[in-house]
Nanobody, 115 residues
Framework: QVQLVESGGGLVQAGGSLRLSCAAS????????RGWYRQAPGKQRELVAT???????NYADSVKGRFTISREIAKNTVFLQMDSLKPEDTAVYYC?????????WGKGTLVTVSS
């Protein structure tokens, strides 16, 4: 079983920054993809950013140039650096990995951006 634990969410003013972390634990043979998704109230969950096993990154258009996804392979951890935050970034952010041939999701961390 693989567990994901997110941290780093909170309340920030518009224009501010937050850094989310997601640590994976358990029996992990391989992680192919890691990513962050978010779900705002009343909206569907949407992709924010992903990073592949080879290090290629992909971002939603709405966060390009403001958010940066990175990873620390040795610690099975993925990060999301969020800068120039906007009120529309307010959402629950979920960590995701594709490991051991399966999808795993964290429980989410709330990010609130005040105007």
């Amino acid at each position: 079983q693989v567990q994901l634990v997110e941290s780093g969410g909170g309340l920030v003013q518009a224009g501010g920054s937050l850094r989310l972390s997601c640590a994976a634990s358990g029996i992990i043979f391989s992680i192919n993809n890691r990513g962050w998704y978010r779900q705002a109230p009343g909206k569907q969950r949407e992709l924010v950013a992903t990073i592949s096993r080879g290090g290629s990154t992909n971002y939603a258009d709405s966060v390009k140039g403001r958010f940066t996804i990175s990873r620390e392979i040795a610690k099975n951890t993925v990060f999301l650096q969020m800068d120039s935050l906007k009120p529309e970034d307010t959402a629950v952010y979920y960590c995701y990995i594709f490991a051991n041939g399966m999808d795993y999701w964290g429980k989410g961390t709330l990010v609130t951006v005040s105007s």
